[in-house]
């Protein structure tokens, strides 16, 4: 049958796609669809279809995932550059480029690609996580998308790739691109003629996707050129990889010819064919079609997450600081697990420290209402008695809260970084050098420095504040053995066996032991000092140590009322009357700030859940 006989006898016609027909202005999206993007976690930039539940996000957790997302791409990047990254790993069901945009400073592509198959998707981020994921010059960044995908249910042999068979005078790249272009609008990693005669021609067409672009490219052929009536068929051959193809047969050819090359090898040998070597082909496809494909973790091991996670976590922070400067693979994840990794590191190894050494809060996180009470001048001046210390570099208030808790859990962190330093002299019994009063050498400026910039480093970073938790405990350890080895000292000390000390746990420290009532001001303190643990107290009603609660937000609350604009008349009244009153203005300030630094009650130790973000320049 010629083609132009079966045009003349279809009767259905297949509707081209809403943007071809001009019915979808993806950039003005009225606001049902606007407010339908928002309730599904859609961005405002997508300009696919937000009602169609294929676009939604599924509720599967991240470890059935088929979805990722790549940036760090060329800003040039094509579909055929970046399809052809990806070979020997399964096949695509979408891939989307978005182009740079260098009004929201992102200067290079990102895409976004998903798999119909979940093994396909494990063992792309296995790949990419051990060799690495290079575009041209690019090295991209590969990460699971937050807009989660679910594998294919009935994937079939379905494929991006099309093998169109038909009359030469419609099956030729000019033609089929121009008909699809009538139709649906669709991208292309590449056209090839694979067979062209007067009689058959035969195209291969590799289109970017198969979601929207292969599957509409069939169901158009199917509807407009393979009516009721011919004798057309459409054969389906499947196979592995990101190359497997429909093989759309239009016009059923003469099988080609057997030649006696099909009985050579490559190499020029003969090409064994018998029943034997036919019998144990047969053998091996049956096995390798029951044997179901292996799960590839998503990291450096194939291994799936929780497990690998569960073997970390038995890691200190320095070997996981370690773990992370062996390759970038190593880094990107255990970046991306930071924060669940250190929890439970913290919860197994330092239960007892975390609670006595809390981390301050950032500016950037307290309400800006409250920022010009906290950075009043006198204020400021009023706090010198918590700053002047020779071994405490003071916090920089537009950085980091100045409420009266979070100045001392920034001179805690600061005297543990300290205390560690010091050990080598504490344990060979070398003095550690003193400092006349008024004097600032440049040794003690940079030491001080270099221990702030650690300390800021634990605020941005939880994997650092744990490394500080784990050097305070080895300082700890460290003291108790020393302070035990010496028989003339019979002070009450916390009692630690090898086993303890060898453990890397603070578990002995739940133990009764000498409580710390005074912040050592001065290094002179260090030689006595065993256990510098903060914020808590011995209950010997319960026989348990008790913990302080968390007061940032009450003293959030007092500095506000006492120092923001709504009190400012009424300070200046306070502060008149004390003057004509023969004083200096200065006694209601002061008789406040000692009140607010009160020992509060203790109380059980609460879930302490930090909130980091980075650190201002």
Sequence with gaps: MQLGELQQRTTTCFRPSNAIAGLVNPQQDPWEVARLKARHGISVKYRGDPSLPGNHSAAIPDTENCSFWIIDLPPDLTHNQLLRCIRNTGRVHACVINPPDPRNRHYTAAAKIVFFDLWAADKFMSDTFFWGFIVGTHCARVKRNRIKSAPQPHAGDRSRVLIIEGHPSFVNARELTRYFDEKFQYQVDSVIDVYCTEDV??????????????????????????????????????????????????????????????????????????????????????????????????????????????????????????????????REYLRTWESVLVKEVIARRYACLEPCLRLPALMKDIDPSIHPALLHPERQGGMGIHKKFQHVLPADPTCICTCLTCILRWNSLCLVVDFAHWQPNLDSGTPIPMIPRGKLPVWNEDLVAENAKIVQRALVSPLWYARVLEVHLSSTTRSIRRHAANQGNRRRRFRMAKEDEMSGTDEFLQRSGPPTMDFPFHRD?????????????WSSDLERWLYMPDWHERDLHWVSERWGEKSSTGKNTTMKQATDQGGTGTEERETQSCNSATIPALIQPTENAHQLSELQK
């Design 525 to 537: 303190n260090y030689y006595m000092l065993e256990s510098y643990l903060p914020n808590r107290g």
């Design 201 to 330: 021609g035969i195209v291969e067409y590799r289109f970017g996707s198969y979601r929207c672009q292969a599957q509409t490219a069939r169901m158009a052929i199917e509807t407009e050129h393979m009516g009721s009536g011919s004798n057309l068929e459409i054969l389906t051959l499947d196979g592995e990889g990101s190359d497997s193809a429909h093989e759309l047969h239009m016009v059923p050819g003469p099988p080609p010819p057997v030649t006696s090359s099909e009985r050579v090898a490559a190499d020029g040998n003969l090409t064994i064919l018998s029943k034997r070597t036919e019998r144990q082909r047969k053998r091996l496809e049956k096995k390798a079609s029951k044997r179901p494909p292996k799960s590839i973790g998503t990291g450096l091991f194939p291994l799936p997450d929780e497990l690998l996670l569960s073997i970390f976590a038995h890691l200190r922070p320095s070997d996981l600081l370690r773990l992370q400067q062996t390759c970038k693979s190593m």
